[in-house]
C-alpha cells in the first residue's frame, strides 16, 4: 500500500496550497482518510479527516480556512488550504485508516512552509 502526498511548498500568509494524496488501495472508498501535521519538536496531530461517508472533522485551529475532500474514483485525497499562516509550517501527512479491519496506512509527507 502506497499514499502518495503532493502539493506542500512556500506559500506567504494569507496565501493558498491544495495538497493531493493517491492511495494505491483496494476499496478505497471504505477508508476514513484524514491530514495530519507535524512542526518541529511538535506531536503529530489531526488536522482534519473524512469518512468513508465524506463527513468531515476538522481540528479548531484550521476551521473555516481549511477543506477536505475526496475522489473515490481517483482513490485521491485532497486538503485545501487557504489563508494560510505562519504557524501553519509543518510536514503533512496524509492517513488511511479502515475500521473494519483497523489498519492503518501513512504516506510520506510533504512540507509546507508559510512565511510571514
Known amino acids: 500500500v502506497q499514499l502518495q502526498a503532493s502539493g506542500g511548498g512556500l506559500a506567504q500568509a494569507g496565501g493558498s496550497l491544495r495538497l493531493s494524496c493517491v492511495a494505491s488501495?483496494?476499496?478505497?472508498?471504505?477508508?476514513?482518510m484524514g491530514w495530519y501535521r507535524q512542526a518541529p519538536g511538535k506531536t503529530r496531530d489531526l488536522v482534519a479527516t473524512?469518512?468513508?461517508?465524506?463527513?468531515?472533522i476538522y481540528a479548531d485551529s484550521v476551521k473555516d480556512r481549511f477543506t477536505i475532500s475526496r475522489d473515490n474514483a481517483k482513490n485521491t485525497v485532497y486538503l485545501q488550504m487557504n489563508s494560510l499562516k505562519p504557524e501553519d509550517t509543518a510536514v503533512y501527512y496524509c492517513?488511511?485508516?479502515?475500521?473494519?479491519?483497523?489498519?492503518?496506512?501513512w504516506g510520506q509527507g510533504t512540507l509546507v512552509t508559510v512565511s510571514s
Open positions: 492517513n488511511a485508516r479502515s475500521i473494519a479491519s483497523a489498519s492503518t496506512y
Open positions: 488501495l483496494d476499496m478505497f472508498n471504505v477508508y476514513f
Open positions: 473524512i469518512t468513508s461517508g465524506s463527513t468531515t
